[in-house]
Every structure is written in structure tokens, then in C-alpha cells.
């Protein structure tokens, strides 16, 4: 059932920000008067095709969905009848050409801006920035943060939730920078604290940088109460149930679900024995064999069980997001901004070796975090369509032939010579753009199948 979800996902995902990609293409070439012949999604042998319009445009969803196209008139890759030349592409002025190919990133652009605006609107929930235990050694504990600080500011910009604050320490984190956090007490008072950023490594930014710069939420403590069980899991095999109290592991006393944690994490695939009460009776010890998953390159056990938790105790930790209207639009156009800007940021310091090319993710990455946003919420599925809609107009921006950026990178070069760029550089640069992407690719992929691996 999580695969057919996670297709689904996968493929709703890609197939809309591929028709809006190429809309946008589409409609600004009809504004410029342009024929366009062909409004395809995906590549290879058409599944399904129809013909329509005044201009008999033909729309097709083919075999290969990942990328789409709409394929205009043009002398340059065919006969154009001569009551259409002045409708081809290669006749528009260099302006409209542009307006044209600009169109299909600008349009996830604006695509993603729709999703922050709806959002923002409705209310995102998320978790208040509350610091958990903060472990010595660390920029965290030098700092002066304690267990208990609430995370008001960031460089004076204000903090909400969890997610804020990760956002906005990820973005200096990839800087280096120092910056300033303010925080409040559970006792009301207001710190100012200098937070050292120069130490965070690529290998940092790799996994959990909150945890190397020494942060983690708060959790409040938990009975060792099984809320909840997962199907197939080590837990439900060895037959513990919703409601069981974990009294003992190994006949180690357990008083809080932390515990519990750490001993199945410290032995995969290795049988421990529990000691349960269930409705007030002590039950004969059961065997559990925790399996085992690989985290930030150490493997880990896990028995597919989850804590109770009492709603009214978590309700004092969470809180919503949420605007009016016309200050949603504008935090809708800040993050989407902010987020392109950071996108390229980190595109550059991949160039440049600061960031590891690990950070690349191909379809394979895209599919299971559509899944995973799927099955969490129409909210988070919002907020990855969006992210990933950045993410696609970023990269067809970037200036690399055979991407809408390539075209506009001759254009610019055609209004500074005030000619074409000629047929042979065109060429040469199809031969480079393919070369980087099938590299990107590959990395990509690479990437992919490792963490599939790795898990």
C-alpha cells in the first residue's frame, strides 16, 4: 500500500509541475502570437494524444514523464508554411524569445508561491522551538544555551516554530556565519546569545546539523507506554500491544520511554526480553528482536512501536502558523525568494567542493519524500510540491545549454553582438549542456541508489 502511495504521490507531483513548467512556456507563446505545435508531457511514444485548436495544437502525455516540452514553430527544426513565418519562434524579436523561455520557470515560481500562500493562510502547524537537553562541547553549550530556552530571534528575524528556527541556522550554517539568537527563559527573561557557525563541516550539513552544533527539541518525558503499533513490525510479531507498560528490558527497570529507546537502538537483531503489564497485569517476559535500519552511518534497532502521548502535555508545545491574506502573500514571496536564493547558495558551494554532492537527489529520493509528505498530509505534500517547484525553477534557470537558462544565456549574448549566436556554437554548447546534465544525473542517481543502500 506505501508503494502504490508513494506512485501516486510521485507521479501527481511530477506531472503537475511539469504542466505548469510547460504552460507557462505555452501561454506566453500564444500571447506573442507564436504556433505551437505540440504540448507534450514527458518524452518518447505518445500514451495518449489529441489534437485541438484553432492552430491544431497536439497534446500528448508520453512514455517517459520526467521532463515535458512544447514544441513551437520554428525554420530552424522544420518546414514552416509560409502563411505561418511570421508566427515562427526564430522570427520573434530576441525580447519575446525570452519572455517565452522565461515563462516556464517563472511559472513554477509563482506555482510555489500559490502553495505558501494558501498555506500560510490556513495555518501550518509545527512545534515551538523549545531546547531539549544541549550537549556539551559543543558551539550550542559555549554559547550559553540550557535546556528549557525558547527560540524568539534569529538574526532579528522572528522564530515560530522548529522548522523556522532549522531554516534560518541552516542558511547561516552554510555561511559560516556568527550569529546573533534570542531567547526567552521559562522564567519570561530575554538572552541574547552568539552562536559560532564556523565550525559546521559538509559532513555536518550531510546529516543532522542541529545535532553537531549540539540543539535538540524538547521532548517531555513519556511513560514507556506503547501508544502505538506498527503492522509487521518486531513489536506486533512478538505480540505487544496498545496499551502495554514496559516495565523492564533484560531485567533492566524502566522508568521512561527514553529508556526504552536507547536499549533497542543499542541491540539490532539481538533478542531482548520484556517485562509488560497490560490492564494492571504482569504478563510472562516476551521475546522481542529489534530489526535493524542504518542512521547517519550507524546501525540502529528498532521494534516499529510507538510512545502514548498525552495530548494536553504536547498541546503546550505546538503550535500554528498562520496570516491574513495579504501578509500570507507576502511571507509566500519572502520564503519562495528566500529559498531560490539558498538554492543557489548551495549549488555554488557544490561547484566549489563546500558542500558535499551528496546533497544531490534524483527521482528515486523525490518519489519516497513524495510518499512520505503524502501519507503525513495534504500539508506537507503542499509544502514539498513547492519546495521541489523552487527546486525545478532554480535549475532550468541555471545557464547550462539545453535548459531554458542555456536559451536565455544566447539571448543575452545576441543583444550585446546584436546577431544570432551562430548555428556551430549553438552546437558545441548542446554537446557541453548534455555532457553537465547526464553528470548531474548521475550523481544524482548515484546518490539515490546509496541511500537506498544505506537506508
Not at 53 to 75: C, H, I, N, S
Not at 114 to 140: E, N, R, S
Not at 210 to 224: Q, T, V
Given at each position: 500500500?506505501?508503494?502504490?502511495?508513494?506512485?501516486?504521490?510521485?507521479?501527481?507531483?511530477?506531472?503537475?509541475?511539469?504542466v505548469f513548467h510547460e504552460f507557462g512556456h505555452y501561454l506566453v507563446a500564444r500571447l506573442c502570437n507564436v504556433k505551437v505545435l505540440r504540448f507534450s508531457v514527458g518524452f518518447g511514444k505518445p500514451l495518449w494524444r489529441r489534437v485541438a485548436g484553432r492552430d491544431r495544437t497536439e497534446w500528448a502525455v508520453t512514455a517517459f514523464p520526467l521532463g515535458g516540452y512544447v514544441k513551437m514553430a520554428d525554420e530552424r527544426e522544420g518546414e514552416v508554411p509560409p502563411q505561418d513565418l511570421a508566427r515562427a519562434f526564430n522570427r520573434q524579436s530576441v525580447y519575446r524569445r525570452s519572455a517565452i523561455v522565461i515563462a516556464g520557470p517563472a511559472a513554477n515560481f509563482l506555482l510555489a508561491i500559490f502553495f505558501y500562500w494558501i498555506l500560510f493562510m490556513h495555518g501550518v502547524p509545527g512545534i515551538k522551538p523549545?531546547?531539549?537537553?544541549?550537549?556539551?562541547?559543543?558551539?550550542?553549550?559555549?554559547?550559553?544555551?540550557?535546556?528549557g530556552d525558547l527560540i524568539v530571534k534569529i538574526d532579528e528575524e522572528p522564530v515560530a516554530t522548529w522548522q523556522d528556527a532549522r531554516w534560518l541556522l541552516l542558511q547561516q550554517a552554510v555561511q559560516k556565519a556568527r550569529v546573533a539568537v534570542e531567547v526567552r527563559n521559562d522564567k519570561g527573561e530575554i538572552a541574547r546569545r552568539k552562536l559560532d557557525l564556523s565550525g559546521v563541516s559538509s559532513n555536518d550539513l550531510d546529516s543532522d546539523f542541529l545535532k553537531a552544533l549540539g540543539f535538540a527539541h524538547y521532548r517531555p518525558p513519556l511513560r514507556p507506554v506503547i501508544g502505538g503499533v506498527l503492522s509487521g513490525g518486531a513489536a506486533e510479531r512478538a505480540g505487544l500491544k496498545e496499551g502495554d507498560e514496559i516495565t523492564a528490558i533484560n531485567n533492566e527497570p524502566i522508568t521512561n520511554w527514553d529508556e526504552v529507546v536507547r536499549v533497542i537502538r543499542s541491540h539490532p537483531e539481538k533478542t531482548l526480553t520484556f517485562e509488560i503489564r497490560r490492564k494492571g497485569v504482569l504478563l510472562p517476559a516476551?521475546?522481542?528482536t529489534p530489526g535493524s535500519a542504518v542512521e547517519n552511518g550507524q546501525t540502529v534497532g528498532k521494534i516499529g512501536a510507538a510512545p502514548s502521548i498525552d495530548r494536553s502535555t504536547m498541546a503546550g508545545l505546538v503550535t500554528e502558523v498562520r496570516y491574513g491574506p495579504l501578509e500570507?502573500?507576502?511571507?509566500?514571496l519572502q520564503k519562495t525568494w528566500d529559498t531560490s536564493i539558498f538554492t543557489l547558495k548551495m549549488l555554488g558551494k557544490m561547484i566549489v567542493g563546500e558542500v558535499s554532492l551528496k546533497n544531490l537527489s534524483g527521482p528515486i529520493t523525490i518519489a519516497d519524500y513524495a510518499g512520505q509528505t503524502a501519507q503525513s498530509g495534504w500539508i506537507s505534500y503542499l509544502l514539498f510540491l513547492a519546495l521541489i517547484s523552487i527546486s525545478l525553477g532554480v535549475l532550468n534557470l541555471l545557464p547550462i545549454p539545453l535548459l531554458d537558462g542555456g536559451h536565455l544565456m544566447y539571448y543575452m549574448f545576441e543583444i550585446l553582438k546584436g546577431s544570432p549566436v551562430s548555428d556551430k556554437a549553438v552546437e558545441i554548447g548542446q554537446h557541453i549542456g548534455i555532457a553537465l546534465l547526464f553528470t548531474l544525473m548521475a550523481f544524482a542517481l548515484y546518490n539515490d541508489i546509496n541511500r537506498l543502500i544505506s537506508g
Amino acid at each position: 500500500m506505501n508503494l502504490v502511495i508513494t506512485l501516486l504521490a510521485f507521479v501527481v507531483a511530477l506531472g503537475c509541475l511539469i504542466v505548469f513548467h510547460e504552460f507557462g512556456h505555452y501561454l506566453v507563446a500564444r500571447l506573442c502570437n507564436v504556433k505551437v505545435l505540440r504540448f507534450s508531457v514527458g518524452f518518447g511514444k505518445p500514451l495518449w494524444r489529441r489534437v485541438a485548436g484553432r492552430d491544431r495544437t497536439e497534446w500528448a502525455v508520453t512514455a517517459f514523464p520526467l521532463g515535458g516540452y512544447v514544441k513551437m514553430a520554428d525554420e530552424r527544426e522544420g518546414e514552416v508554411p509560409p502563411q505561418d513565418l511570421a508566427r515562427a519562434f526564430n522570427r520573434q524579436s530576441v525580447y519575446r524569445r525570452s519572455a517565452i523561455v522565461i515563462a516556464g520557470p517563472a511559472a513554477n515560481f509563482l506555482l510555489a508561491i500559490f502553495f505558501y500562500w494558501i498555506l500560510f493562510m490556513h495555518g501550518v502547524p509545527g512545534i515551538k522551538p523549545v531546547l531539549g537537553p544541549v550537549t556539551p562541547g559543543t558551539p550550542a553549550a559555549s554559547a550559553g544555551f540550557v535546556t528549557g530556552d525558547l527560540i524568539v530571534k534569529i538574526d532579528e528575524e522572528p522564530v515560530a516554530t522548529w522548522q523556522d528556527a532549522r531554516w534560518l541556522l541552516l542558511q547561516q550554517a552554510v555561511q559560516k556565519a556568527r550569529v546573533a539568537v534570542e531567547v526567552r527563559n521559562d522564567k519570561g527573561e530575554i538572552a541574547r546569545r552568539k552562536l559560532d557557525l564556523s565550525g559546521v563541516s559538509s559532513n555536518d550539513l550531510d546529516s543532522d546539523f542541529l545535532k553537531a552544533l549540539g540543539f535538540a527539541h524538547y521532548r517531555p518525558p513519556l511513560r514507556p507506554v506503547i501508544g502505538g503499533v506498527l503492522s509487521g513490525g518486531a513489536a506486533e510479531r512478538a505480540g505487544l500491544k496498545e496499551g502495554d507498560e514496559i516495565t523492564a528490558i533484560n531485567n533492566e527497570p524502566i522508568t521512561n520511554w527514553d529508556e526504552v529507546v536507547r536499549v533497542i537502538r543499542s541491540h539490532p537483531e539481538k533478542t531482548l526480553t520484556f517485562e509488560i503489564r497490560r490492564k494492571g497485569v504482569l504478563l510472562p517476559a516476551i521475546a522481542v528482536t529489534p530489526g535493524s535500519a542504518v542512521e547517519n552511518g550507524q546501525t540502529v534497532g528498532k521494534i516499529g512501536a510507538a510512545p502514548s502521548i498525552d495530548r494536553s502535555t504536547m498541546a503546550g508545545l505546538v503550535t500554528e502558523v498562520r496570516y491574513g491574506p495579504l501578509e500570507s502573500m507576502i511571507k509566500a514571496l519572502q520564503k519562495t525568494w528566500d529559498t531560490s536564493i539558498f538554492t543557489l547558495k548551495m549549488l555554488g558551494k557544490m561547484i566549489v567542493g563546500e558542500v558535499s554532492l551528496k546533497n544531490l537527489s534524483g527521482p528515486i529520493t523525490i518519489a519516497d519524500y513524495a510518499g512520505q509528505t503524502a501519507q503525513s498530509g495534504w500539508i506537507s505534500y503542499l509544502l514539498f510540491l513547492a519546495l521541489i517547484s523552487i527546486s525545478l525553477g532554480v535549475l532550468n534557470l541555471l545557464p547550462i545549454p539545453l535548459l531554458d537558462g542555456g536559451h536565455l544565456m544566447y539571448y543575452m549574448f545576441e543583444i550585446l553582438k546584436g546577431s544570432p549566436v551562430s548555428d556551430k556554437a549553438v552546437e558545441i554548447g548542446q554537446h557541453i549542456g548534455i555532457a553537465l546534465l547526464f553528470t548531474l544525473m548521475a550523481f544524482a542517481l548515484y546518490n539515490d541508489i546509496n541511500r537506498l543502500i544505506s537506508g
